[in-house]
């Protein structure tokens, strides 16, 4: 009778990736991809809130990390974003819609490879909701909606907000799903001061917000990566984006190292 290894029979950890909201701090978890590629370390499934969800589905839609820089890299800020007349918001997000739409091969959430769910704000029943089904395009815009700068969602007549309204880093969201939960957190509070501007002060505001609720899922995470050098960068600049990229990159590798991970996930 042939025998079985103690290699075979070892049982290999499913592995959660939560990414947080962020603006455009949220390229920072394109390096952190990136050192998990590395490193050989590939997630089961992933949660994404505002930036978060963005990077989760191009990443579960087939594009590598270096694929989603060469995407990234070609767009500005003003190729995503549109004027809207400002009642409920100052700026429209159906260009990023679109963009999302051209790299990304599937249509709904339950037809991506890697298993992802996108945390949004239910703003009219003051909630958070997770979406693991329907059209990624809608419900990723609706996680980045940040309220007043951006105009909310409406998905079958309800209408929702950025998902770091309430709950910024989505670990709670699929703790029970994975063996070895990975949380990174891009939304260190920024210690540089802000102009007296609508934007500035949305922005400020969304930042303290946004961290003040990660906290109790920054201690469901098994191991946590924060990129609190990019705490001065704006969330709405893209043009250091090698900056931020590298700030995760070599950030998930020092936690990676400290935490020996490729040991604790066999």
């Keep these: 009778m042939a025998m079985t290894s103690n290699v075979e029979n070892k049982h290999k950890k499913t592995i959660g990736l939560a990414l947080s909201g962020g603006g455009a701090r949220g390229m920072a978890h394109i390096g952190v991809l990136k050192a998990m590629e590395n490193l050989g370390i590939t997630p089961d499934i992933i949660a994404g809130v505002s930036a978060g969800s963005i990077v989760a589905t191009l990443y579960s839609g087939g594009l590598s990390p270096d694929e989603i820089i060469r995407v990234i890299s070609k767009i500005s800020l003003g190729e995503l974003t549109e004027l809207s007349v400002p009642r409920d918001g100052f700026f429209k997000l159906n260009k990023l819609k679109n963009f999302l739409k051209k790299v990304i091969p599937y249509s709904n959430l339950e037809d991506l490879p890697i298993p992802t769910l996108i945390e949004a704000t239910d703003l009219d029943n ?4 997770t979406f693991d089904h329907g059209p990624i395009f809608d419900c ?4 980045c909606s940040i309220p007043i700068i951006f105009k909310p969602v409406k998905i079958n007549g309800t209408n929702y907000v950025d998902g770091g309204v309430l709950r910024n880093l989505p670990a709670s969201t699929i703790r029970d799903k994975c063996d070895f939960l ?3 957190n891009v939304s260190p509070i920024p210690h540089a001061k802000y102009k007296s501007t609508i934007i500035d002060i949305a922005s400020r505001t969304y930042d303290m917000m946004s961290k003040s609720n990660a906290t109790k899922d920054i201690g469901l995470c098994d191991v946590v990566i924060q990129t609190d050098d990019i705490a001065s960068y704006n ?3 893209i043009k250091p984006m090698k900056e931020i990229i590298k700030s995760g990159y070599y950030e998930a590798l020092k936690v990676f190292k400290e935490n020996n ?6």
């Design 261 to 266: 991970i490729t040991n604790n996930l066999i």
């Design 182 to 184: 990975i949380g990174v």
């Design 140 to 143: 990723v815009i609706a996680s």
């Design 126 to 129: 003051c909630r958070t909701v």
């Design 235 to 237: 969330v709405f600049n």
